[in-house]
C-alpha cells in the first residue's frame, strides 16, 4: 500500500506570521501539558447546553461517545446564543448571487427565518426528533435556513450537493429513508437556469423512494412571528446529520456525526484556526453540500457569531477575477478555498487580483487535496500580499473539523506541508504494520477519539469497522504522509482505490460500476492522472462486449452517461478501449500498472499477469 509513499518537495522556506498577527491572535500557546479530555471538556462548555454532561468520553472501541449526559441544540447554538448579545443585528450571513445580487441576513432575521421554516416542518409535515431531511438546494441563504430549520427540530439532514444526477440524489434517498426533501425552484449556473427541481422530480419519480413531501423552499410564503420557537434539546450523542461521501466500493457512505461533539469541534476550530474576530468577514467558498460548507460554512462561523459571506456563482463568472470582486465589495477578511480552485487563478494570470484592492484580506486557507508549494507560494504573493498566514487544512468527511494545519498565530508555515494535530488532536504516521514512523512516510492514522469523529456509517456498522478500524488499532484515514523532525506532517495523498478531483472523493468503484452499466460495457477500470489544475483527472480503460466497437462518438456517449448517473464531477477525462485489462492468473484487474500508464512512469511487474502483452497494447493506445 505504501510503497509509492515518495516526497517531492521542493520547496524548502518558511515562513512566519507578522509579530502585529501573532499578537493578536487568538490563540497565542498552546499548553502541552495540558489533559486531553479536560482540554475538550472546556471547549464544549463554551457551548449553549440546555442540561450539561457529566461524563467527557465514553469510548469502546471504535465507538465514541462525548458528552453523553449533555442536551442541546446545534441551531440554537449558532442563533439564539447571539440574540441576547451585540450581535443580534450584525450580519450574519451576506449572499451574493451569481447576477451581483445581494440578500443580507442579521442574526435576529436569520433565526426568525430558521423558526418560520421549522414551525412549518413540524407543524404541516409533522416532520420529527430523528427524522431525515435531505436537503438539494443551489448555494442559497435557504439552504443555511434548511440546514438550521432541521437541527432546529431535530431531523437529521442530508444534504447532497446539487451537481449530483437525480440517479445518486435517488440512491441517497433511499438509504436514508427520506419522507421529505427540500428542495428551491431553480438555481443557476454560469447565466443558465439548473433546473434543481426537475432532479428532485426525476429521482422520485419511480416510487421506489420513500418521500412523502418536496418543499421548494424558495417559493414557500411563510407569514408570522415564530420567533418564539423552541429548539428541540437534543441529547449530546443524538445525531445532527448525514453526509454521503464516496469509498472504495460502489455505494456512498453515509456518515454520521452527532450533536455535541461534532459543534465543539466546530466552534473551537473555526475560532483557533481561522483566528475568527468579531469584525471579520469570513468566506468559505465550499459548497454546502461538502463537509466543509457543513463545519465551516454554517456551524463553525455561526457558532462563533461571525458574519458569512455565501457565493452562489462560479470564479468564472462572468469574468475570472470574480472571486477577487467579491473580497473587494464585501471586505472579505478569511478567505477559505481550495488548491484546484488557486491553480486556475494562477493560470488565469497575475493581472486579474491585481486589478483588485484585496486589502482587506487578514488570512488564508486551503483545503481539500494537498496544496503545491508553487500554488501555496503564489496564493501568499499574489492573494495575501505576502501579509496574510495561510492556513493549509487537512482533515475528512469522516473527521467533521480540522485535524491538522498550522496555528495562525503560532506555527511557522511550510509550504505543501499541512502542519500539526491541532491541540487536542493526536496523529501518528504508521508503517503497514503498525509501528509509528519517526520520521519518513507512511499511512496516516489518528490516535485517538477526538469529539468530531464520525460515529458511524449509518445503517452499516460492519462497513465503518471494517474501513476504519481493521487497518490498525487506530483511525485509519486512508491518506499516506510524511513526517519530519520538527513533527510537521505532509499530506501526500490517498492510498485507496479514491480519486481526488478538484477536491471532490471519487470512488473508482462508482465510476466503473456507471461504465459498465452502459451498453457494450463489458469491464471497465479507472485510474486517477495526475492534471495540473483539478489534482487528478479521471482515466477510463474499457473493454466492449463482441460487436461493439470503441470510437469517439462511443467515448462522448460514454462520458455523458457517468455525468447522467453519477453527476458532471466524476466525468472521465478520456475513455481508453482495449481488448483485455491487465489481470492476475485469478482475474483481479491491476490497476496499479494502468496507473503507471498514465503517470507515464516504466510500467511495474507484469509477472503476475494472466496477458501480459496486453500492457504494451494499452501504454499505445494511451498515448496515441
Ligand atoms: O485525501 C485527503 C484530502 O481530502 C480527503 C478528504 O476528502 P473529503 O472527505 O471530501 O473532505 C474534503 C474536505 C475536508 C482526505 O482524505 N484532503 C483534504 N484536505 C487536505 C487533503 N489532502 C491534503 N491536504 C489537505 N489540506
Known sequence: MSQNIETLLIENRQFEPSDIFKKLANVTSIDLDKDRLEFWAEQAKKLHWFKPFETVLEWN??????????????AYNCLDVHLVTHRKDKKALIWEGEFGDVRTFTYEELHQEVCRLATYLQNELGVKKGDRVTLYMPMIPE????????????????????????????????????????????????????????????????????????????????????????AEPMMSE????????????????????????????????????????????????????WITGHTY??????????????????????EQDRFWDVIEKHKVSIFYTAPTAIRSFMKWGDELPARHDLSSLRLLGSVGEPINPEAWIWYYEQIGKNRCPIVDTWWQTETGGIMITTLPGIHLMRPGHAGLPLPGITASVLMPDGTPVTQGGGLLSLMEPWPSMLRGIWGDNKRYEEVYWKTFSTYFAGDGATIDAD????????????????????????????????????????????????????IAFVTLKDGYLGNVALEKEMISHVSKMIGAIAKPKRIIFTPDLPKTRSGKIMRRLLKDVVEGKPIGDVTTLGNPDVMTLIQERFLS
Open 487 to 538: 513533527g510537521y506532517y505532509m499530506i501526500l495523498g490517498r492510498v485507496d482505490d479514491v480519486l481526488n478531483v478538484a477536491g471532490h472523493r471519487i470512488g473508482t468503484m462508482e465510476v466503473e460500476s456507471s461504465l459498465v452499466d452502459f451498453q457494450g460495457v463489458s469491464e471497465a477500470a479507472v485510474v486517477g492522472m495526475p492534471d495540473d489544475i483539478k489534482g487528478q483527472a479521471i
Open 61 to 74: 472501541r471504535p465507538y465514541a461517545k462525548w458528552f453523553q449526559e449533555g442536551q442541546l441544540n446545534a
Open 143 to 230: 439552504l443555511v435556513i434548511g440546514v438550521l430549520a432541521c437541527a432546529r427540530i431535530g431531523a437529521i439532514h442530508s444534504v447532497v450537493f446539487g451537481g449530483f444526477s437525480a440517479s445518486s440524489l435517488r440512491d441517497r434517498l433511499q438509504d436514508s429513508k427520506s419522507e421529505v426533501v427540500l428542495t428551491a425552484s431553480a438555481g443557476t449556473r454560469r447565466g443558465k437556469p439548473l433546473p434543481i427541481n426537475d432532479v428532485v422530480e426525476e429521482a422520485v419519480s419511480q416510487h421506489d423512494t420513500h418521500v412523502k413531501h418536496i418543499v421548494v423552499v424558495d417559493t414557500l410564503k411563510l407569514e408570522g412571528n415564530f420567533s418564539s420557537h423552541q
Open 297 to 318: 460554512l454554517i456551524y463553525g462561523p455561526l457558532s462563533n457569531g461571525a458574519t458569512c459571506m455565501m457565493f452562489e456563482g462560479t470564479p468564472d463568472y462572468p
Open 238 to 289: 443524538d445525531p445532527l446529520f448525514i453526509l454521503y461521501t464516496s469509498g472504495t466500493t460502489g455505494k456512498p457512505k453515509g456518515i454520521v456525526h452527532t450533536t455535541g461533539g461534532y459543534l465543539t469541534h466546530a466552534k473551537y476550530s473555526t475560532h483557533a484556526v481561522f483566528d475568527l474576530k468579531d469584525s471579520d468577514v469570513y468566506w468559505c467558498t465550499a459548497d454546502v453540500g
